[in-house]
C-alpha cells in the first residue's frame, strides 16, 4: 500500500493531501455507525490504508483510473456524519476524502444551486439566503454534513415536511460523476437519470458537481409548545403539518420523557409533557399560538429564527439528533425509522398498538414528511430501547406487522437501509460504472463482479 500511496502523491502532484498517518486515516474511515449496538462490533476497526484529498474532478479521475488498474478499493467520504457505516471501508483500500472540493460555483437567478461535492450543507444554505433561497430540506447535521454526502447516503430532514425528500420534486436536477473504470468518465446524470447515483452509498460513482434546487427564502420563527399528553401533541402536529396555510419547514413531536434527554434547552420542555418543534413563517407566529390554546397546548418558546447560530437551535434536537440527545442520557437507547399511515386515525391506532406492546421501550418522535405523491405524512425516529438482537427484531416485525413502514438503520448494505430503489436501478448503475466491483464493496449485496461484465459492459447480467 506504501507504492499506492507514493503512486497517488505522484498523480496529485502533492504528497500533503495523501494521508497515511494510521490515527488520521482511521478517523477519516469511521463515520456514525456506532449509533447502532448491532453495527458497532461488526465495523469497529475497520479501516482503510491511505486517505486522499482531491481538489476537482480530474484528479478525481486520476486517483479512480490508478486504484481501478491496481484493484484498489475506493470508499468516497463527505463529512462522516451517516450513521449506518456508508463511508466505512469493509475492504481497506482507499478513503477517498472530499472536504476539499468545496467551491460553490453559483447561485442562479432561477434557484439552483451548482456547487462541489465536499461543500458543507450549512454554508450553502447562508450563500443561498444572501440571494433570497434556501435548501429545500437538509439533515439535521446541516452544519458539518456535505452535499455529496447527502446525496449519497441521506434522505432528507428539515423542510422535507414542505418540499418532500432529496428524491422528490426533481430537488436534484442534476449532478456530474465519476465512472470507476479503465479510463474514468465524468458523466452528467440529468432529471430521472440522477436516481440510479442518489443513496447508492457512493458504491457506483463519485458525484463530483451537483446542481442542487433551491427554494426561495422566508422569513422563520423557532416555537416550542407543549401538551398533557402525546395524543394532544401528535393532532396538533398533523393540523399544522398537513393544512397548506401554515407555511413551514419543520413540524416535530417527542412523547415524554424524550425532552427530559435536551439538558440545554430543558427550560422549554414540561416535566411529563410531550412536546412539538416547530419552523413556521415568522409572519404566522401569533396566529399559531390561537390554535395552540385551542388545541390545549402551551407554547414554552417562540422567537424570530436567527438562522443556523441561533440558540437554542430547536433542530438541533429534532431528527436524529433526538437519537443522539438519548444516547447521551443513556446509551441502551437507540432508533429506528418509520413511515406511518398517511390516514392520521389509522397511524394513531398504530402509535397506540407499538407503545402497548412494548411500553417505554418504544418512545414516538415524529417528523411529518411530504412523500412524492403531495400528502404530508407522519414519518418517525423513535428512540428505542437496545436489550438484545432478537427484540429490536421483534420491534420491527411487530411494526412491519401493522403497516408501519420500517427503514431498518441497523444494516450496512444499500438494499437493507428502505432507501433501495424496486426498479433496481442504483444495482444497474453499478455494473454500468464500477464493473470490478472498487467503489465502497461489500455494500451493495446484490451486486456480483463478473469479469465479463468488468470487461466494461453496458448493461447489467439478466
Ligand atoms: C446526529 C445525526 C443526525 C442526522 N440527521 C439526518 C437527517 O435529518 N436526515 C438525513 O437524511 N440524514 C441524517 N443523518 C445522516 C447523515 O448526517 C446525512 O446522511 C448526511 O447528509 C451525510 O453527509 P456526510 O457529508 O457526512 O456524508 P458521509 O457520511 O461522508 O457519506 C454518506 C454516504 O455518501 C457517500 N458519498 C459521500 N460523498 C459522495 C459523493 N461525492 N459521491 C458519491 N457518494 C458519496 C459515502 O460514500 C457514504 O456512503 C444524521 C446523522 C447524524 C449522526
Known sequence: MKTIATQLAQVLGDASRVITQPAVVERLSRDFYWYSPILRPQLDGKYADVAVQPISAEEVVAVLRLCYAHD???????????????????????????????????????????????????????????????????????????????????????????????????????????????????????????????????????????????????????????????????????????????????????????????????????????????????????????????????????????????????????????????????????YLQCGFDADPVRARQQLETLKHRFGDDFLHHIEWTKNGTGSVCAGAIPVVRFRTPEYLNDMIETCRANGVFVANPHVNYVEGGGRYRADIVQLQAKYRYDPKGLLNPGKMLTFHRDESHAAASEEPPA
Open 72 to 334: 484498489v478499493p475506493v470508499t468516497v467520504r463527505g463529512a462522516g456524519t451517516g450513521n449506518y457505516g456508508q463511508a466505512v471501508p469493509l475492504q481497506r483500500g482507499v478513503v477517498l476524502d472530499l472536504a476539499r472540493m468545496d467551491q460553490i460555483e453559483a447561485i442562479t437567478p432561477d434557484g439552483v444551486a451548482i456547487c462541489q461535492p465536499g461543500v458543507r450543507l450549512g454554508a450553502l444554505e447562508s450563500t443561498a439566503r444572501e440571494s433570497g433561497w434556501e435548501l429545500r430540506c437538509y439533515p439535521s447535521t446541516i452544519v458539518k454534513a456535505t452535499v455529496g454526502g447527502f446525496l449519497g447516503g441521506g434522505s432528507g430532514g428539515v423542510g422535507s415536511v414542505a418540499h418532500g425528500g432529496l428524491r422528490d420534486f426533481k430537488t436534484v436536477r442534476a449532478f456530474e460523476a465519476v465512472t470507476m473504470e479503465p479510463e474514468p468518465r465524468i458523466l452528467l446524470h440529468e432529471s430521472d437519470d440522477v436516481h440510479g447515483i442518489l443513496h447508492a452509498w457512493g458504491t457506483n460513482s463519485v458525484m463530483t458537481r451537483i446542481w442542487l434546487a433551491l427554494t426561495p427564502a422566508v422569513e422563520w420563527a423557532q416555537c416550542a409548545v407543549s401538551f398533557p399528553g402525546f395524543d394532544a401533541a401528535f393532532d396538533f402536529g398533523t393540523a399544522v403539518a398537513t393544512d397548506t396555510k401554515w407555511t413551514k419547514r419543520l413540524v416535530t413531536a417527542f412523547e415524554w420523557p424524550i425532552p427530559s434527554f435536551f439538558s440545554p434547552v430543558r427550560d422549554i420542555t414540561r416535566d411529563g409533557a410531550a412536546l412539538v418543534f416547530l419552523l413556521i413563517a415568522n409572519s404566522q407566529a401569533a396566529q399559531l399560538e390561537s390554535l395552540v390554546s385551542a388545541a390545549g397546548g402551551t407554547v414554552t418558546y417562540c422567537a424570530p429564527y436567527a438562522g443556523l447560530r441561533a440558540s437554542p437551535l430547536l433542530s438541533d434536537y429534532t431528527w436524529n439528533h433526538t437519537t443522539l440527545w438519548a444516547m447521551k442520557s443513556d446509551p441502551a437507547w437507540t
